[in-house]
Protein backbone atom coordinates (compact mmCIF):
# COMPACT_ATOMS: atom_id res chain seq x y z
CA UNK A 1 0.00 0.00 0.00
CA UNK A 2 1.42 3.39 -0.89
CA UNK A 3 1.86 6.21 1.76
CA UNK A 4 -0.98 7.83 3.29
CA UNK A 5 -0.81 11.83 3.42
CA UNK A 6 -2.67 13.18 6.37
CA UNK A 7 -3.05 17.21 6.21
CA UNK A 8 -4.15 18.82 9.42
CA UNK A 9 -2.18 17.27 12.11
CA UNK A 10 -4.85 18.76 15.13
CA UNK A 11 -6.93 17.28 17.37
CA UNK A 12 -8.35 14.72 14.60
CA UNK A 13 -5.55 14.75 12.23
CA UNK A 14 -2.96 13.99 14.44
CA UNK A 15 -4.24 10.67 16.26
CA UNK A 16 -5.94 9.76 13.41
CA UNK A 17 -2.15 9.53 11.45
CA UNK A 18 -0.85 7.82 14.48
CA UNK A 19 -3.54 5.23 14.12
CA UNK A 20 -2.61 4.53 10.37
CA UNK A 21 0.98 4.62 11.50
CA UNK A 22 0.27 2.05 14.03
CA UNK A 23 -1.48 -0.72 12.42
CA UNK A 24 0.79 -1.25 8.80
CA UNK A 25 0.23 2.39 7.36
CA UNK A 26 2.83 4.21 5.81
CA UNK A 27 2.24 7.82 7.13
CA UNK A 28 3.24 11.66 6.42
CA UNK A 29 1.46 13.93 8.63
CA UNK A 30 1.56 17.62 6.88
CA UNK A 31 0.79 20.78 8.80
CA UNK A 32 1.07 24.42 7.87
CA UNK A 33 1.64 25.43 11.39
CA UNK A 34 6.04 25.04 11.16
CA UNK A 35 6.59 25.19 15.37
CA UNK A 36 3.29 22.09 15.54
CA UNK A 37 5.81 20.16 12.83
CA UNK A 38 9.08 21.06 14.69
CA UNK A 39 7.62 19.86 17.80
CA UNK A 40 6.21 16.31 16.62
CA UNK A 41 9.45 15.58 14.67
CA UNK A 42 11.25 16.53 18.01
CA UNK A 43 9.02 13.79 19.14
CA UNK A 44 7.44 16.09 21.27
CA UNK A 45 3.46 15.69 21.67
CA UNK A 46 1.41 18.95 20.88
CA UNK A 47 -2.04 18.13 23.15
CA UNK A 48 -2.75 15.75 26.21
CA UNK A 49 -5.08 12.68 25.23
CA UNK A 50 -5.47 9.47 27.41
CA UNK A 51 -3.06 6.84 25.35
CA UNK A 52 -2.04 9.66 23.15
CA UNK A 53 1.44 9.15 23.88
CA UNK A 54 1.82 5.79 23.87
CA UNK A 55 0.22 5.87 20.24
CA UNK A 56 2.66 8.35 19.18
CA UNK A 57 5.74 6.51 20.54
CA UNK A 58 4.28 3.30 18.53
CA UNK A 59 3.87 5.33 15.40
CA UNK A 60 7.80 7.21 15.60
CA UNK A 61 8.93 3.88 15.79
CA UNK A 62 6.57 2.76 13.08
CA UNK A 63 8.55 5.47 10.85
CA UNK A 64 5.77 7.80 10.52
CA UNK A 65 7.17 11.58 9.32
CA UNK A 66 5.88 15.18 9.84
CA UNK A 67 6.53 17.95 7.74
CA UNK A 68 5.32 21.36 6.42
CA UNK A 69 4.57 20.01 2.64
CA UNK A 70 2.38 17.81 0.97
CA UNK A 71 3.45 14.62 -0.63
CA UNK A 72 2.59 12.80 -4.27
CA UNK A 73 0.52 9.76 -3.06
CA UNK A 74 -2.11 8.20 -3.88
CA UNK A 75 -4.33 8.90 -0.69
CA UNK A 76 -4.93 11.80 1.29
CA UNK A 77 -7.14 12.28 4.12
CA UNK A 78 -7.86 16.19 5.15
CA UNK A 79 -8.70 16.98 8.40
CA UNK A 80 -8.39 21.32 9.11
CA UNK A 81 -10.75 23.35 10.95
CA UNK A 82 -14.25 24.14 9.81
CA UNK A 83 -15.58 27.20 11.41
CA UNK A 84 -18.86 28.91 10.79
CA UNK A 85 -19.51 32.04 9.57
CA UNK A 86 -20.51 34.58 12.64
CA UNK A 87 -23.28 36.33 10.82
CA UNK A 88 -24.29 34.42 8.32
CA UNK A 89 -24.14 31.09 10.05
CA UNK A 90 -22.76 28.96 6.90
CA UNK A 91 -19.70 26.98 6.66
CA UNK A 92 -16.87 28.84 6.48
CA UNK A 93 -14.63 26.25 4.12
CA UNK A 94 -11.49 28.51 3.76
CA UNK A 95 -9.16 25.80 5.59
CA UNK A 96 -11.19 22.74 3.47
CA UNK A 97 -10.80 24.85 0.23
CA UNK A 98 -6.89 25.80 0.98
CA UNK A 99 -6.00 22.54 1.75
CA UNK A 100 -7.52 20.63 -1.03
CA UNK A 101 -6.00 23.38 -3.59
CA UNK A 102 -2.60 22.35 -2.16
CA UNK A 103 -2.96 18.70 -2.42
CA UNK A 104 -4.30 19.29 -5.88
CA UNK A 105 -1.33 21.03 -6.90
CA UNK A 106 1.25 17.78 -6.04
CA UNK A 107 -0.73 14.43 -5.96
CA UNK A 108 -0.68 12.05 -9.34
CA UNK A 109 -4.11 11.11 -11.01
CA UNK A 110 -6.71 9.12 -10.05
CA UNK A 111 -5.48 10.16 -6.47
CA UNK A 112 -7.94 9.89 -3.57
CA UNK A 113 -8.89 13.01 -1.20
CA UNK A 114 -10.73 11.89 1.86
CA UNK A 115 -12.10 15.08 3.81
CA UNK A 116 -12.54 13.98 7.74
CA UNK A 117 -13.69 17.64 8.10
CA UNK A 118 -17.24 18.14 9.64
CA UNK A 119 -18.91 20.08 6.64
CA UNK A 120 -22.31 21.24 5.96
CA UNK A 121 -24.30 19.31 4.10
CA UNK A 122 -23.49 20.27 -0.17
CA UNK A 123 -19.65 21.33 1.13
CA UNK A 124 -18.04 18.82 -1.19
CA UNK A 125 -20.04 19.88 -4.10
CA UNK A 126 -20.36 23.56 -3.71
CA UNK A 127 -17.07 24.08 -2.78
CA UNK A 128 -14.82 21.02 -3.40
CA UNK A 129 -15.53 19.64 -6.71
CA UNK A 130 -15.19 22.46 -8.63
CA UNK A 131 -11.30 22.52 -7.26
CA UNK A 132 -11.25 19.65 -8.98
CA UNK A 133 -12.24 20.02 -12.50
CA UNK A 134 -10.13 21.39 -15.58
CA UNK A 135 -6.74 20.53 -13.87
CA UNK A 136 -5.70 17.48 -16.32
CA UNK A 137 -6.35 14.98 -13.45
CA UNK A 138 -9.33 12.89 -12.12
CA UNK A 139 -9.52 12.53 -8.40
CA UNK A 140 -11.56 10.72 -6.69
CA UNK A 141 -13.72 12.77 -3.53
CA UNK A 142 -14.59 10.88 -0.13
CA UNK A 143 -16.07 12.23 3.25
CA UNK A 144 -15.30 9.99 6.28
CA UNK A 145 -16.25 12.09 8.77
CA UNK A 146 -15.13 11.66 12.76
CA UNK A 147 -17.19 10.67 15.74
CA UNK A 148 -14.25 10.67 18.58
CA UNK A 149 -14.75 12.48 21.48
CA UNK A 150 -12.02 14.16 23.28
CA UNK A 151 -10.81 12.28 25.93
CA UNK A 152 -11.42 9.20 24.59
CA UNK A 153 -10.34 9.51 21.77
CA UNK A 154 -7.89 6.34 21.15
CA UNK A 155 -10.31 4.39 22.22
CA UNK A 156 -13.21 5.37 20.04
CA UNK A 157 -10.91 5.71 17.06
CA UNK A 158 -10.55 1.77 17.28
CA UNK A 159 -13.81 1.19 18.32
CA UNK A 160 -16.60 3.63 16.79
CA UNK A 161 -18.32 2.87 13.82
CA UNK A 162 -17.70 5.20 10.93
CA UNK A 163 -19.28 6.67 7.75
CA UNK A 164 -17.73 6.80 4.29
CA UNK A 165 -19.20 8.67 1.19
CA UNK A 166 -18.31 8.11 -2.00
CA UNK A 167 -19.48 8.73 -5.04
CA UNK A 168 -18.87 5.01 -6.31
CA UNK A 169 -19.15 1.88 -4.67
CA UNK A 170 -15.52 0.94 -5.60
CA UNK A 171 -13.74 3.94 -4.23
CA UNK A 172 -16.00 3.92 -1.22
CA UNK A 173 -14.74 0.28 -0.60
CA UNK A 174 -11.46 0.63 -0.96
CA UNK A 175 -11.38 3.38 1.85
CA UNK A 176 -13.49 1.51 4.03
CA UNK A 177 -10.43 -1.21 3.47
CA UNK A 178 -7.94 1.54 4.66
CA UNK A 179 -9.99 2.86 8.09
CA UNK A 180 -10.40 -1.26 8.35
CA UNK A 181 -6.71 -1.73 9.45
CA UNK A 182 -7.44 0.41 12.61
CA UNK A 183 -11.23 0.79 12.98
CA UNK A 184 -13.11 -2.38 14.62
CA UNK A 185 -16.50 -0.63 14.49
CA UNK A 186 -18.81 -1.01 11.15
CA UNK A 187 -17.91 1.09 8.52
CA UNK A 188 -21.27 2.10 6.41
CA UNK A 189 -20.24 3.34 2.86
CA UNK A 190 -22.99 5.77 1.72
CA UNK A 191 -23.13 8.58 -0.80
CA UNK A 192 -21.05 12.13 -0.06
CA UNK A 193 -24.19 14.29 1.15
CA UNK A 194 -26.04 11.59 3.03
CA UNK A 195 -22.20 11.22 4.55
CA UNK A 196 -21.79 15.33 5.50
CA UNK A 197 -25.62 15.40 6.41
CA UNK A 198 -25.25 12.55 9.26
CA UNK A 199 -22.66 13.57 10.65
CA UNK A 200 -23.92 17.35 11.56
CA UNK A 201 -27.17 15.75 12.41
CA UNK A 202 -25.98 13.91 15.03
CA UNK A 203 -23.90 16.64 16.70
CA UNK A 204 -27.38 18.39 16.24
CA UNK A 205 -29.38 16.04 17.99
CA UNK A 206 -26.90 16.12 20.82
CA UNK A 207 -27.12 20.11 20.74
CA UNK A 208 -31.34 19.72 21.26
CA UNK A 209 -30.99 16.94 23.85
CA UNK A 210 -29.11 19.15 25.92
CA UNK A 211 -30.79 22.32 25.58
CA UNK A 212 -33.62 20.53 26.07
CA UNK A 213 -32.00 19.63 29.51
CA UNK A 214 -31.07 23.58 30.20
CA UNK A 215 -34.41 24.42 29.51
CA UNK A 216 -35.46 22.04 32.15
CA UNK A 217 -33.29 23.16 34.17
CA UNK A 218 -34.37 27.02 34.01
CA UNK A 219 -37.61 25.70 34.76
CA UNK A 220 -37.05 23.71 37.95
CA UNK A 221 -35.11 26.86 39.04
CA UNK A 222 -38.17 28.77 38.91
CA UNK A 223 -40.16 25.65 40.37
CA UNK A 224 -37.80 25.13 42.99
CA UNK A 225 -36.85 21.51 41.72
CA UNK A 226 -34.53 19.13 41.49
CA UNK A 227 -33.56 18.97 37.97
CA UNK A 228 -31.00 16.18 38.25
CA UNK A 229 -33.33 14.00 40.45
CA UNK A 230 -35.79 14.59 37.77
CA UNK A 231 -33.93 13.42 34.68
CA UNK A 232 -32.32 10.65 36.81
CA UNK A 233 -35.80 9.29 37.20
CA UNK A 234 -37.24 10.32 33.88
CA UNK A 235 -34.01 8.28 32.09
CA UNK A 236 -35.47 5.12 34.27
CA UNK A 237 -38.00 5.24 31.11
CA UNK A 238 -36.74 2.47 28.58
CA UNK A 239 -37.40 5.10 25.81
CA UNK A 240 -36.03 8.57 27.58
CA UNK A 241 -32.60 9.16 27.40
CA UNK A 242 -32.38 12.98 28.16
CA UNK A 243 -28.52 14.09 28.58
CA UNK A 244 -26.96 16.56 31.52
CA UNK A 245 -27.89 20.15 31.49
CA UNK A 246 -24.68 22.80 31.82
CA UNK A 247 -23.02 25.77 32.08
CA UNK A 248 -22.90 25.72 27.87
CA UNK A 249 -21.77 24.06 25.27
CA UNK A 250 -18.14 24.35 23.61
CA UNK A 251 -15.66 22.75 21.58
CA UNK A 252 -15.33 22.66 17.67
CA UNK A 253 -18.26 20.30 17.40
CA UNK A 254 -21.63 20.41 18.74
CA UNK A 255 -21.15 24.36 19.02
CA UNK A 256 -20.52 25.11 15.56
CA UNK A 257 -22.20 22.22 13.34
CA UNK A 258 -25.48 22.80 13.87
CA UNK A 259 -25.19 25.99 12.49
CA UNK A 260 -24.54 25.42 9.29
CA UNK A 261 -28.21 23.97 9.35
CA UNK A 262 -29.74 27.28 10.87
CA UNK A 263 -27.26 29.24 8.16
CA UNK A 264 -28.30 27.38 5.20
CA UNK A 265 -31.98 26.38 6.09
CA UNK A 266 -33.41 29.41 7.40
CA UNK A 267 -37.13 29.24 8.09
CA UNK A 268 -36.85 25.41 8.17
CA UNK A 269 -34.42 24.61 11.06
CA UNK A 270 -36.16 26.82 13.56
CA UNK A 271 -36.01 23.91 16.12
CA UNK A 272 -32.06 23.69 15.70
CA UNK A 273 -31.32 27.67 16.40
CA UNK A 274 -34.11 28.06 19.25
CA UNK A 275 -31.42 24.98 21.01
CA UNK A 276 -28.60 26.79 19.89
CA UNK A 277 -30.03 29.95 21.68
CA UNK A 278 -30.69 27.89 24.53
CA UNK A 279 -27.31 26.37 25.23
CA UNK A 280 -25.29 29.79 24.23
CA UNK A 281 -27.41 31.25 27.14
CA UNK A 282 -26.25 29.42 29.92
CA UNK A 283 -23.11 31.02 30.13
CA UNK A 284 -25.29 34.39 31.22
CA UNK A 285 -27.85 32.31 33.51
CA UNK A 286 -25.00 30.49 35.42
CA UNK A 287 -23.65 34.57 35.64
CA UNK A 288 -27.52 34.84 37.21
CA UNK A 289 -26.75 32.27 39.79
CA UNK A 290 -23.85 33.93 41.26
CA UNK A 291 -25.41 36.94 41.49
CA UNK A 292 -28.08 35.52 43.76
CA UNK A 293 -25.25 33.40 46.00
CA UNK A 294 -23.23 36.74 46.00
CA UNK A 295 -26.49 38.46 47.60
CA UNK A 296 -27.54 36.05 49.82
CA UNK A 297 -24.08 35.71 51.50
CA UNK A 298 -23.79 39.44 51.38
CA UNK A 299 -20.31 39.13 48.91
CA UNK A 300 -19.70 42.07 47.24
CA UNK A 301 -16.55 41.66 45.96
CA UNK A 302 -16.00 39.95 42.74
CA UNK A 303 -12.49 38.57 43.25
CA UNK A 304 -14.00 36.39 46.17
CA UNK A 305 -15.48 34.06 43.26
CA UNK A 306 -13.41 31.70 42.05
CA UNK A 307 -14.20 29.89 38.40
CA UNK A 308 -13.08 26.20 38.40
CA UNK A 309 -12.46 24.72 35.04
CA UNK A 310 -11.60 26.85 31.84
CA UNK A 311 -12.02 23.91 29.03
CA UNK A 312 -14.97 23.22 27.46
CA UNK A 313 -15.17 19.99 29.14
CA UNK A 314 -13.67 17.32 31.68
CA UNK A 315 -9.97 16.21 31.27
CA UNK A 316 -8.86 17.89 28.27
CA UNK A 317 -7.11 20.78 27.37
CA UNK A 318 -8.62 22.18 24.49
CA UNK A 319 -10.42 25.56 25.63
CA UNK A 320 -12.09 26.43 22.12
CA UNK A 321 -16.29 27.98 22.94
CA UNK A 322 -15.50 27.07 26.36
CA UNK A 323 -18.66 28.27 28.55
CA UNK A 324 -15.97 29.67 31.10
CA UNK A 325 -14.24 32.00 28.49
CA UNK A 326 -18.08 32.67 27.49
CA UNK A 327 -19.05 33.68 30.72
CA UNK A 328 -15.94 35.94 31.49
CA UNK A 329 -16.34 37.92 28.45
CA UNK A 330 -20.31 38.22 30.12
CA UNK A 331 -18.96 39.07 33.47
CA UNK A 332 -16.46 42.23 31.84
CA UNK A 333 -19.75 43.42 30.83
CA UNK A 334 -21.63 42.83 33.93
CA UNK A 335 -19.16 42.96 36.77
CA UNK A 336 -16.57 44.81 38.06
CA UNK A 337 -13.48 42.31 37.13
CA UNK A 338 -11.18 40.43 39.24
CA UNK A 339 -12.93 36.85 39.11
CA UNK A 340 -10.08 34.54 39.57
CA UNK A 341 -9.93 31.48 37.52
CA UNK A 342 -8.19 28.09 38.09
CA UNK A 343 -7.71 24.78 35.38
CA UNK A 344 -5.32 21.94 36.18
CA UNK A 345 -5.16 21.23 32.11
CA UNK A 346 -4.54 24.32 31.04
CA UNK A 347 -0.84 25.24 31.62
CA UNK A 348 -0.48 28.41 30.10
CA UNK A 349 -1.90 32.25 31.07
CA UNK A 350 -4.94 32.80 28.94
CA UNK A 351 -7.10 35.31 31.42
CA UNK A 352 -6.52 37.40 33.95
CA UNK A 353 -5.82 35.93 37.43
CA UNK A 354 -5.41 32.59 35.98
CA UNK A 355 -4.08 30.31 39.08
CA UNK A 356 -1.82 27.40 38.23
CA UNK A 357 -2.37 26.01 41.91
CA UNK A 358 -5.42 24.48 43.55
CA UNK A 359 -4.47 24.96 46.99
CA UNK A 360 -3.36 28.53 46.22
CA UNK A 361 -6.86 29.55 44.30
CA UNK A 362 -8.91 27.88 46.96
CA UNK A 363 -7.07 29.96 49.50
CA UNK A 364 -7.78 33.06 47.63
CA UNK A 365 -11.89 32.43 47.25
CA UNK A 366 -14.61 32.21 49.29
CA UNK A 367 -17.42 30.90 46.49
CA UNK A 368 -16.07 27.95 44.18
CA UNK A 369 -18.17 28.02 40.70
CA UNK A 370 -17.64 24.47 39.15
CA UNK A 371 -17.97 24.94 35.92
CA UNK A 372 -16.00 21.43 34.55
CA UNK A 373 -15.62 18.23 35.75
CA UNK A 374 -12.13 17.50 35.85
CA UNK A 375 -11.12 14.52 37.81
CA UNK A 376 -8.74 16.06 39.59
CA UNK A 377 -11.65 18.04 41.61
CA UNK A 378 -14.23 14.79 42.14
CA UNK A 379 -10.77 13.34 43.53
CA UNK A 380 -10.20 16.65 46.30
CA UNK A 381 -13.80 17.38 46.69
CA UNK A 382 -12.83 17.69 50.51
CA UNK A 383 -10.33 20.59 49.81
CA UNK A 384 -13.93 22.56 48.82
CA UNK A 385 -15.72 21.68 52.39
CA UNK A 386 -16.02 25.25 54.08
CA UNK A 387 -16.64 26.86 50.82
CA UNK A 388 -19.59 28.40 48.96
CA UNK A 389 -20.01 25.57 46.35
CA UNK A 390 -22.23 26.70 42.92
CA UNK A 391 -21.60 23.11 40.81
CA UNK A 392 -23.05 23.51 37.12
CA UNK A 393 -22.01 19.85 36.55
CA UNK A 394 -23.42 17.95 39.22
CA UNK A 395 -20.27 16.46 40.68
CA UNK A 396 -20.52 17.78 44.15
CA UNK A 397 -22.04 15.74 47.03
CA UNK A 398 -21.10 18.25 49.87
CA UNK A 399 -24.08 19.75 52.43
CA UNK A 400 -24.95 23.16 51.23
CA UNK A 401 -23.79 23.28 47.28
CA UNK A 402 -25.61 25.23 44.76
CA UNK A 403 -26.75 23.83 41.67
CA UNK A 404 -27.79 25.45 38.53
N1 LIG B 1 -11.94 18.18 17.87
C1 LIG B 1 -12.92 17.30 17.88
O1 LIG B 1 -13.32 16.79 18.92
C2 LIG B 1 -13.57 16.85 16.58
C3 LIG B 1 -14.37 15.70 16.58
C4 LIG B 1 -14.94 15.28 15.37
C5 LIG B 1 -14.74 16.04 14.22
N2 LIG B 1 -13.98 17.17 14.26
C6 LIG B 1 -13.79 17.93 13.02
O2 LIG B 1 -12.45 17.68 12.56
C7 LIG B 1 -11.96 18.83 11.86
C8 LIG B 1 -10.62 19.23 12.44
O3 LIG B 1 -10.81 19.64 13.79
P1 LIG B 1 -9.63 19.69 14.82
O4 LIG B 1 -10.25 19.79 16.18
O5 LIG B 1 -8.65 18.60 14.56
O6 LIG B 1 -8.94 21.09 14.41
P2 LIG B 1 -7.52 21.64 14.89
O7 LIG B 1 -7.61 23.10 14.82
O8 LIG B 1 -7.14 20.98 16.19
O9 LIG B 1 -6.48 21.10 13.80
C9 LIG B 1 -6.48 21.50 12.49
C10 LIG B 1 -5.04 21.52 11.99
O10 LIG B 1 -5.06 21.77 10.59
C11 LIG B 1 -3.95 22.60 10.26
N3 LIG B 1 -4.23 23.21 8.97
C12 LIG B 1 -5.20 24.10 8.64
N4 LIG B 1 -5.18 24.37 7.33
C13 LIG B 1 -4.17 23.64 6.80
C14 LIG B 1 -3.64 23.51 5.50
N5 LIG B 1 -4.15 24.17 4.46
N6 LIG B 1 -2.59 22.69 5.31
C15 LIG B 1 -2.05 22.02 6.35
N7 LIG B 1 -2.51 22.10 7.60
C16 LIG B 1 -3.56 22.91 7.83
C17 LIG B 1 -3.85 23.55 11.44
O11 LIG B 1 -2.57 24.12 11.52
C18 LIG B 1 -4.19 22.62 12.61
O12 LIG B 1 -3.02 22.06 13.18
C19 LIG B 1 -13.04 19.90 12.00
O13 LIG B 1 -13.86 19.87 10.86
C20 LIG B 1 -13.85 19.42 13.20
O14 LIG B 1 -15.18 19.87 13.15
C21 LIG B 1 -13.38 17.59 15.40
Redesign the pocket.
Known sequence: MSTVNV???????LPTALMFATHGVSVVG????RD?VDKLSAGELTFEEKGLDELFRAALDAGIEFRCDYIETDTYIV????PYDKDSKRIDPT?VI??VK?VLEVCPDGATVVL???VSPGTMDRYVRPLCEGIGKTVHLVHA??????GNMVYELEHNARTIGADCPEIGEAVKALYASFCQGEIVVTDIRTAEMTKVVENTFRDINIAFANELTKICRQADMNVYEIIRIANKHPRVNILSPGPGVG???IS??PWFLVGDYPGLANLIWQARKINDSMPEFVLGRIHDIMREHGIRDVSRVGLYGLTYKENVD?VRESPTLQMLECMERHLAGGVKVYDPWVCRDIVENQYHDLDKFLADVDIVVLLVGHSEIRENMDKLSGKIVLDTRNVCDLPGTYRL
Do not use: K
Open positions: VGLGYIGTDYNLAVPTYSASESTPERIIPGHCVDD
